[in-house]
């Protein structure tokens, strides 16, 4: 029940968002000023410009315009920013501090893009396995359909590419924000459960809806 509360918040907060509310309202320049520095409310306002222009814009052009944004943010493992091995961080709060794990950059881009009008249905956290750098990624991925191959927006990889052209990546699962799903194999699509996933979504959910920075 508390974790529908939660969804339905966020869901209800994207709607006003659209009805012509910004994502980036003076309030929050501020806070963030007073946190951080002048350089981090640049950012946002930078943020808000860049989703601006992109009313009225094709999917394809959200997509690359919203991963080439977030791309620009430095990585950094969560132990170093926040002292713990595992933490989601707020939009604002990675967008802050200017720097996230991968994680980070796939939340992020994620509700730039619900915010701009994407179907959250066709948006999914997928927890890969990178034959690159030989350890688990996560990455964000776009399905137009149901059926469609996935284009994949990454921090490490800055283009936005069909899933097939990304032989580096191996999929595990795939998170909606309510269900986690096989990724692969022949059970792909199969529902599985997860609690610290699940764990970690409420935990997000609960430090946006406090604005935490």
């Known amino acids: 029940m508390i974790f529908l509360k939660i969804l339905l918040f966020i869901l209800l907060t994207l709607d006003i968002a659209h009805a012509g509310q910004p994502y980036v309202d003076a309030a929050l320049i501020a806070q963030v000023g007073q946190k951080y520095d002048e350089f981090a409310k640049k950012r946002f306002v930078y943020l808000q410009q860049s989703l601006d222009a992109l009313v009225g814009k094709t999917d394809a052009e959200k997509l690359e315009e919203i991963n080439t944004f977030y791309n620009e943010v430095k990585y950094a493992a969560d132990m170093k920013v926040y002292g713990v091995s595992d933490y989601w961080a707020t939009p604002s709060e990675f967008l802050a501090k200017d720097m996230g794990d991968c994680e980070d950059y796939v939340i992020a881009k994620y509700f730039a893009l619900v915010y ?12 890969v396995r990178s034959t690159q750098f030989k350890e688990a990624h996560m990455v964000l991925t776009y399905f137009a359909t149901a059926r469609s191959e996935p284009l994949v927006m990454d921090n490490n990889n800055h283009r936005v590419l069909p899933a097939s052209k990304r032989t580096d990546l191996t999929p595990i699962y795939n998170f909606s924000g309510t269900s986690l799903y096989k990724a692969s194999g022949n059970d792909a699509g199969e529902k599985i459960e997860n609690e610290k996933i699940h764990k970690n979504w409420d935990e997000l959910n609960l430090n946006i809806q406090r604005k935490k920075i």
């Open 116 to 127: 701009l009008g994407i179907d959250s249905k066709k948006l999914f956290f997928t927890y």
